[in-house]
């Protein structure tokens, strides 16, 4: 029996590059959506956020002198990408998906409508919310949560590189160690990078729980949906 009726699913865009330089690898999103569709067979409504990391950030075009916020639309811009790539794998894996778009390119995707989300997660369909929250200086992290609280997922999910919430990052430190759960409050104070401090707060004020888990470890998903032992926790 999975333990939700209803989640956002939250997949890191440069996750979706595998062993590759960038862009997205072919192995990568059919595994990716091979086991959203199993997850989907246990009757659970998912949602899901892509970032764009793997097409670009705004960070980076900032950081060599792009003005920000023009960055950021491109970064917003890369995340429809991906929607439209994980929306046709769908498709060809036999799924049915939807996705809506924060930022309006309606002769690409439709845009997102909430009523019109709710209807088609009530269908059963997968929605993919693209475009991040339409907004510059935000990241897909925080229009995951925002997309989460909309629609009433019971819970967040993170799917990244790491396996769970640090005590520090552990590309970084080695010695670092996973917590099995712990508080926004306590990911907010200790400044924990795994999620950005907006993400967190908003998680936090709408008291949407958070679960960090590994992308590349297979049926990790699956068993994150069935309430087992996997990643880590965040909680109000
Ligand atoms: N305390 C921490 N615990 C776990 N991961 C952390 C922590 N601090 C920083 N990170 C880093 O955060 C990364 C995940 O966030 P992010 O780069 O936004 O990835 P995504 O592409 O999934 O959005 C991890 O790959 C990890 O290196
Ligand atoms: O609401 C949003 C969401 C995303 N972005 C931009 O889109 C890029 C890609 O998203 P993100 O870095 O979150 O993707 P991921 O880390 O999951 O690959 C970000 O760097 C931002 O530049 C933005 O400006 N506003």
Do not use: W
């Not at 072919?26 to 949602?47: D, F, Q, Y």
């Not at 269908?123 to 229009?143: W, Y």
């Not at 160690?177 to 907010?188: G, H, K, V």
């Amino acid at each position: 029996m999975p333990a939700y009726k209803r989640i956002l699913l939250k997949l890191s865009g440069e996750a979706l590059m595998g062993d590759d330089a960038f862009g997205i690898n072919r192995a990568t999103i059919v595994r990716m959506v091979r086991e959203i569709r199993e997850v989907t067979a246990l009757g659970v409504e998912v949602a899901v956020v892509i970032g764009g990391g793997n097409i670009f950030r705004g960070v980076a075009g900032g950081s060599v002198g792009m003005d920000r916020a023009t960055a950021d639309y491109m970064g917003m811009l890369a995340t429809v990408m991906n929607s439209l790539a994980l929306a046709d794998t769908m498709r060809l894996e036999g799924m049915t998906a939807r996705v809506m778009s924060a930022i309006s390119i309606d002769q690409v995707v439709e845009p997102y409508v909430r009523p019109k989300a709710l209807q088609y997660l009530e269908e059963g369909k997968v929605v993919i919310f693209a475009g991040g929250t339409g907004n510059p200086f935000f990241t897909t992290d925080t229009a995951a949560a925002l997309r989460g609280a909309e629609v009433g997922a019971e819970i967040m999910l993170k799917a990244t590189k790491v396996d769970g919430v640090y005590t520090a990052d552990p590309k970084k430190d080695p010695s670092a160690t996973r917590y099995p759960s712990l508080t926004f409050d306590e990911a907010i104070i200790k400044n924990l990078a795994v999620l950005d401090a907006t993400a967190f707060a908003l998680c936090r004020d709408q008291k949407l729980p958070l679960k960090v888990f590994s992308i590349v470890k297979p049926g990790a998903l699956k068993r994150v949906v069935l309430g087992e032992d996997e990643g880590t926790l965040v909680h109000v």
